[in-house]
């Protein structure tokens, strides 16, 4: 039997919850909290609005009870037919009808994805701090083993002592980036034809399949490639049209994510590496591998709308 299916509009004072054709309104708080839960039985579907923070507190009292959905605010805003002036009772209405159109990836899932941009960004940040250091120490910003060991023998001072500080963080990190990724691996169909896409690994497919949910709730892969925030910008005027770089009004996590595979794409990926040599003599080093990122969520698109593994001959 399918799950009903609620919506919830959430301001910083006030829930408003669609459920079954009726309309309910409860304070932001945990009074309110207990009021929704009495209405929506366990198991429920509920779409979400990421609102910055007012949702989070819901999101964590309903906990495992319920199946929440956090739905980005483009996807509401491009929602088809949501028009006209904006309301906290149509919004609801909306996000619940936009829940029955997508996927069943849970928010568990999602959040894993957000751990996980936030650790490898986090990661990089702490290696360039670590490059900083060894060449404030006089030597070479390798971080082979061989070079850290040598660093870590010479005489303690404040930049030193810094570099061992790091240099636990970074194993830290690491160990934390691998458990995530582990821990994704349960969140998504392992056979999806996502991963016959070369340049698509395990975790970047884990993460892309996580943030996406069920890729039929976008009608073409415009608005794929936009919800991605990878679509270019582009201005006209009376001298011509001028490109502006790409919106990055999508999801952060999974444009990254793109961009993270193509720069393995163009090496493995025939469809992908073809295109970077057709564009390389007009765009050049992270515009050439932006549009890279965009082509390879169109094919992403296309396999998983269509339901067929990727072929390059298409």
């Known amino acids: 039997m399918e799950a009903p299916v609620a919506g919830i509009d959430i ?22 909290f207990e009021g929704v839960k009495q209405i929506l039985p366990k198991g429920c579907k509920i779409g979400i609005e990421s609102t910055g923070v007012y949702h989070i507190n819901l999101v964590k009292y309903l906990g495992n009870e ?23 009772k149509n919004d609801a209405k909306k996000l619940a009808e936009l829940v029955v159109n997508m996927g069943s990836v849970t928010n568990e899932a999602r959040e894993l994805t957000s751990q996980w941009d936030f650790v490898t960004r986090s990661i990089v940040r702490v290696k360039n701090r670590l490059r900083r250091d060894l060449i404030l120490l006089g030597y070479r910003d390798s971080l082979s083993k061989e070079n850290l060991n040598e660093v870590l023998r010479g005489e303690d001072n404040v930049v030193l002592s810094e570099v061992r500080f790091l240099l636990g963080e970074l194993e830290r990190l690491e160990g934390r980036k691998r458990e995530i990724e582990e821990e994704l691996e349960n969140f998504v169909p392992k056979d999806s034809l996502i991963f ?15 943030r996406v ?17 990878l679509d270019p910008v582009v201005e006209s005027s009376g001298k011509g049209v001028v490109s502006r770089g790409i919106s990055k009004k999508g999801d952060a996590v999974l444009r990254r994510a793109f ?17 970077y040599e057709e564009h390389k003599g007009r765009l050049r080093g992270n515009k050439l591998i932006i549009a890279c990122a965009r082509k390879l969520a169109v ?4 396999v998983l709308y269509y339901n067929k593994p990727f072929d390059a001959g298409e």
């Not at 069920?214 to 925030?229: L, P």
């Not at 961009?259 to 295109?275: D, G, Q, S």
């Not at 094919?299 to 296309?302: C, G, L, P, S």
């Open 11 to 32: 301001s910083k004072d006030k829930l408003v919850v669609y459920f079954q054709g009726k309309l309910y309104e409860f304070p932001n708080n945990k009074q309110g």
């Open 66 to 88: 319920y199946d929440v959905r956090i739905i980005n605010p483009l996807v509401l805003k491009r929602f088809k037919d949501f028009r006209g002036k904006k309301s906290d």
């Open 196 to 210: 016959t896409i070369p340049g698509i690994g395990r975790t970047l497919g884990c993460i892309i399949l996580a």
């Open 213 to 229: 949910g069920d890729v039929r709730r976008f009608s073409d892969k415009r608005r794929f490639v936009a919800y991605c925030g």
């Open 259 to 275: 961009y993270l595979a193509a720069l393995t794409a163009i090496r493995v990926n025939p469809v992908i590496k073809r295109f």
């Open 299 to 302: 094919i992403t698109w296309a």
